[in-house]
């Protein structure tokens, strides 16, 4: 038995509430540890990729674009939904050619992490991506997206003054500036 298996909880049985393009919302009902039970409201989202890219002057490619969720235009690393039996590579070349008109020769996995699991099963990856070509944006019909190159210090003051506010953003920013 592994030492944290006393914390699981056991699915007893679950409802789709909703299921859409991009998200599917169910109700899971699940005996805690203690022997009670409860109801579990989860979002299921098939995960991302999120793209850390670095000009040859060591600046980060980011994008702007307005986030309809947050009701406000963000500053964000970019990032996309994987497509069902896409390769997380292959995601993250496609979304950073995609969103940035960049299209790096060198690309490297670094971390995955889960980006609010405390309702929602999203897991994201974040890739590292150098030695770009610039190419051309192929954004998607419904997305209108600024990109701005910045340096990582610069990104960092955006982040302490409340400016850059998407949680995979500073992630990426601080695993930089860390590493």
Known sequence: MIEEDFLKEKTLSFTYIYQGKIINLRQDKVKLPDGRETV???VEHPGAVVILALTDDNKIVMIRQF???ADEVL?????????PGEDLKNCA???LEEETGY???KIKKLITFFSTPG???EKLTLFLAEDLEKRSKNEDADEFIEVELIKPNKALKLVEQNIIKDAKTIIGILYLLVN
Do not use: T
């Open 119 to 121: 309702f929602c099963n």
């Open 40 to 42: 579990r409201e989860i």
């Open 93 to 95: 070349l496609r979304e």
């Open 75 to 83: 500053w964000e690393l970019p990032a996309g939904k994987i497509e």
């Open 103 to 105: 299209y790096p020769r």
């Open 67 to 69: 986030r309809k969720s």
